[in-house]
């Protein structure tokens, strides 16, 4: 994250899942074309299920009390226990690269993606996520001149679009594990495949050395809160937005433009009323004018609420 060779960004969001949850989905590579179905590009589409979905080969290296590390496909993932997880890859690479490859790619390679993701737990059944995403490209002087005109709450729009897709179903995850009992997740969950090693390390590392739980000390019991209304749950203004400088201050002056149409157009229609003088052309185009007015200020309410407060995704229409 201090590298100055990287251009990042940053991003900050609450959700209705627990810590260990939370660790062991952004561990999981193979979820993402099934999961986030239509979101995010697959790496080989060409040699893909129907939904994007590839065999993919993972390690395992130097597992300890302090986490562990290992290979992804293609790429280098590491856990800094209990709370930060790191994944990096290039993204240069072709279909045939193999680990030696990706490997050597690390050490020269001026095209390559990094994310920190530093999971915090708040109480049973929820967590917070605090996303760094970099990227070290050239010419970097360029990107630094980008990221630095464009709004960052833009680029946090297709990020909560991607971390609300399967949110939900993360929530009820959570609930099927705890079911099971603790330190009995594998009861729950079948992980058969070289694509879960880094998941099956985290659990295996949970149950060794963090007693299979977050430890709360005494201020929970440990039992889940009720399951809250779909739009709460899948909130991104309580979530994100009000604790995040550039998304609040895109939210206030968009919903200020929104009452500036509204009051526009009703003053439009106010004048036309009241006013004989006009010409009948002048007066076509000014209700046509407050006609806009109105339509936009529906159509900007529609979007403050889509991008700022609840954005639902149903798997089953993708």
Request: hydrophobic share 40%.
């Amino acid at each position: 994250m201090n590298d100055p060779s990287f251009s990042q960004s940053i991003l900050i969001r609450e959700f209705h899942y627990g810590y260990e949850v939370m660790v062991e989905n952004l561990m999981d590579p193979a979820h993402v074309p099934y999961a986030h179905y239509g979101l995010m590009r697959t790496r080989l589409p060409g040699k893909a299920d129907r939904e994007g979905g590839i065999p993919l080969e993972m390690t395992l290296e130097n597992f300890n009390i302090n986490g562990f590390t290992g290979m992804s496909d293609p790429g280098f993932n590491q856990f800094f226990a209990p709370f930060v997880f790191y994944s990096s890859m290039p993204l240069n690479l072709n279909q045939d690269n193999d680990n030696n490859q990706v490997k050597k790619g690390f050490q020269n390679n001026n095209n390559t993606m990094a994310l920190v993701f530093i999971c915090v737990p708040i109480s049973p059944g929820k967590s917070r996520l605090l996303l760094s995403g970099s990227r070290q490209r050239f010419p970097k002087r360029f990107y630094d001149w980008f990221y630095e005109i464009f709004p960052r709450w833009i680029s946090h729009i297709p990020i909560n679009i991607v971390l609300d897709s399967d949110a939900y179903l993360l929530h009820l995850e959570e609930r099927k594990i705890m079911e099971a009992g603790v330190g009995k997740w594998n009861k729950a969950c079948f992980v058969p495949t070289k694509s879960d090693v880094h998941v099956v390390a985290f659990r295996k590392w949970l149950n060794k050395y963090g007693g299979g739980q977050v430890d709360w000390g005494g201020k929970f019991s440990g039992a889940l809160p009720p399951t809250p209304p779909r739009e709460q749950l899948m909130d991104r203004y309580w979530s994100h937005v009000v604790n995040c400088s550039s998304c609040s201050a895109a939210h206030k002056g968009l919903k200020v433009l929104e009452v500036m149409l509204q009051v526009m157009s009703i003053a439009l229609i106010g004048y036309v009323g009241v006013t004989n003088k006009q010409s009948q052309s002048l007066k076509i185009g000014m209700v046509s004018m407050a006609l806009l007015c109105f339509v936009a200020s529906k159509w900007l309410s529609h979007f403050i609420h889509k991008i700022f407060h609840f954005h639902d995704y149903d798997h089953a229409f993708r």
